[in-house]
């Protein structure tokens, strides 16, 4: 059984940074890993992916030029760097494989930007 393990979430003030990590344990039946997020009273969304090829990557258009996901030296380790952060982003942020997606999911990481 795949289990995805999420931290690094907290609060930030708008403008501020923050980096997630991802930890996947069991065996994936695919090797893409996204970031998802999901907001109050929102579906549960895509935010970041990267394929095996660490320098394949696709990013919605609310966090391009902000968020850059990478993958660690160990490659069950997924990491979503967060910059200039905003209001908007605010939400609980999952990871999952991509494009097709285990049915566990992790607790995810609360991230709240705000003054």
């Known amino acids: 059984q795949v289990q995805f393990v999420e931290s690094g979430g907290g609060l930030v003030q708008p403008g501020g940074s923050r980096r997630l990590s991802c930890t996947i344990s069991?065996?994936?039946?695919?090797?893409?890993v996204g970031w998802y997020r999901q907001a109050p009273g929102k579906q549960r969304d895509l935010v970041a992916a990267?394929?095996?090829?660490?320098?394949?990557?696709v990013y919605v258009d609310a966090v391009k030029g902000r968020f850059t996901i990478s993958r660690g030296n160990a490659r069950n380790t997924v990491y979503l760097r967060m910059n200039n952060l905003k209001s908007e982003d605010t939400a609980v942020y999952f990871c999952?494989?991509?494009?097709?997606?285990?049915?566990?999911w992790g607790q995810g990481t609360q991230v709240t930007v705000s003054s």
């Open positions: 999952n494989t991509f494009p097709t997606r285990e049915p566990n």
């Open positions: 990267i394929g095996s090829d660490a320098s394949s990557t």
């Open positions: 069991g065996r994936p039946r695919t090797d893409g």
